[in-house]
C-alpha cells in the first residue's frame, strides 16, 4: 500500500507515537506488539517516556529495542513523574514524524484505531483527530456505574462551561500534526490530567480543524490506575482556570 502511494505521487508521513510510562511493566510489550500489528504499511516510531519506574519498565523496552531496532522503538526516560503533560512535551523534543499520536500505556486505546485515525486525518486534512467514548459506535468497558457518570458528568461540566466543540475533552488518544501539537502544548500550563483537557480546548480557540472518531475506552487489565481523588480536584481548578483564561 505504501509502495503504491508512492507511485501515485502522494507524500508517505511519518508518525511518531509518544507512550508516557510508570510501572507498566506488564502492559507496554503488549500495546508495542499490537501497534506493530495495527500498522504494517505506516511508517511510525514509537516514543517511550519513562518517569523511573520501580517495576522494570525500562529493561522491558530495552529487550523491546533488541527485537524492534532503536530506531523504532526509542526509550526517553526521566528521573522521576514530572506529570503528564511535560511527558508529551518532553517526547516531543525527540519525534521526527510529520504527525504525533498520544496514547496510554494502559491498553485502555487499544492500537486498532490508529487507521482510522490516520484515515480520518488524511481524508479531511484535519490538524488533531480525537478519539471518543461519546458519539455513535464510541464507549467505556469495564467501569462501574460510579465511574461511568463521574467521566461524563465531567465531560458535561466542561461541555457547559468551555464549549469546546467536541464531544470527550478528557480522552487521551490523540492524532496530531506536529506543528499543531508544538503550537498548542506550548499554551498549556497543566502538567497533570487536566492538560488533556486543556489542549483540546486551547486549540478550538486558536481554531485548529479538530476531526472525531469513535473508539471504546477499556479500563486497564494489568496493573492499577493513577486516577483519586487528588486528580479529580486538580481537573476542578483546571477547569475554573480554564474558564477564566480562554
Not at 508518525?15 to 506488564?26: A, D, F, H, V, W
Not at 511527558?87 to 482510522?116: E, N, W
Not at 500550563?189 to 472525531?212: D, L, N
Amino acid at each position: 500500500m505504501a509502495d503504491e502511494n508512492e507511485s501515485k505521487g502522494e507524500k508517505k508521513y511519518k508518525y511518531s507515537i509518544i507512550i508516557p510510562t510508570y510501572n507498566e511493566r506488564l502492559n507496554i510489550a503488549i500495546i508495542v506488539y499490537l501497534i506493530f500489528k495495527h500498522l504494517r504499511d505506516v511508517d511510525f516510531e514509537i516514543i517511550v517516556v519513562d518517569d523511573g519506574s520501580p517495576d522494570g519498565t525500562q529493561e522491558i523496552v530495552k529487550q523491546l529495542q533488541q527485537l524492534y531496532g532503536e530506531d523504532r522503538i526509542l526509550l526517553r526516560a526521566r528521573a522521576k513523574k514530572l506529570g503528564l503533560g511535560t511527558a508529551y512535551i518532553h517526547g516531543l523534543k525527540h519525534a521526527t514524524g510529520d504527525f504525533v499520536v498520544i496514547m496510554d500505556a494502559d491498553l485502555s486505546h487499544h492500537p486498532k484505531y490508529l487507521p482510522s485515525f490516520i484515515k480520518k486525518q488524511l481524508e479531511t486534512n484535519a490538524s488533531i483527530v480525537t478519539g471518543t467514548r461519546y458519539v455513535k459506535g464510541g464507549g467505556v468497558h469495564g467501569w462501574n456505574l460510579m465511574r461511568k457518570l463521574t467521566s461524563r458528568g465531567a465531560n458535561v461540566l466542561a461541555q457547559t462551561l468551555l464549549w469546546p466543540g467536541v464531544s470527550d475533552l478528557t480522552g487521551s488518544f490523540r492524532l496530531y500534526k506536529k506543528s499543531a501539537l508544538e503550537d498548542v502544548i506550548s499554551s498549556c500550563v497543566s502538567k497533570g490530567y487536566v492538560f488533556q483537557m486543556e489542549m483540546i480546548v486551547r486549540a478550538t480557540r486558536k481554531g485548529y480543524h479538530i476531526e472525531e472518531v469513535p473508539i471504546t475506552f477499556v479500563d486497564r487489565v494489568f496493573g492499577t490506575s493513577k486516577l483519586g481523588g487528588s486528580e479529580i480536584v486538580e481537573y476542578l481548578k483546571g477547569l475554573v482556570y480554564l474558564l477564566l483564561t480562554t
